[in-house]
Nanobody, 119 residues
Framework: QVQLVESGGGLVQPGGSLGLSCAAS????????MGWYRQPPGKQRELVAS???????YYADSVKGRFTISRDNAKNTVYLRMSGLKPEDTAVYYC?????????????WGQGTQVTVSS
């Protein structure tokens, strides 16, 4: 059974920093691309950052230079370090696992963690 468990959300002031973690189980983690999505209130879910099984990284333009995605294959965990946070970063953040060509499985989602940026 695939499980993605996010942690690290919370309330932070504008300009502050926050780190998210997503621990995966039930998948061959190193063969999966991992991503962080977010869904602001009343808006659609959007891709924030991703890191594939080869280590290639993508960032949405809105977070470039402020967010850093990384993964630790030994710990089956993907991280998102967020700095310079803005009120518009407020959203529920979801972890996503997508199988690469050497993996067998389906796309999976975590339950989400709330990030609120407010003074």
């Amino acid at each position: 059974q695939v499980q993605l468990v996010e942690s690290g959300g919370g309330l932070v002031q504008p300009g502050g920093s926050l780190g998210l973690s997503c621990a995966a189980s039930g998948i061959a983690f190193s063969f999966y691309s991992m991503g962080w999505y977010r869904q602001p209130p009343g808006k659609q879910r959007e891709l924030v950052a991703s890191i594939n099984y080869g280590g290639s990284i993508y960032y949405a333009d809105s977070v470039k230079g402020r967010f850093t995605i990384s993964r630790d294959n030994a710990k089956n965990t993907v991280y998102l370090r967020m700095s310079g946070l803005k009120p518009e970063d407020t959203a529920v953040y979801y972890c996503n696992a997508r199988p690469g060509p050497r993996a067998v499985g389906a796309v999976s989602w975590g339950q989400g963690t709330q990030v609120t940026v407010s003074s």
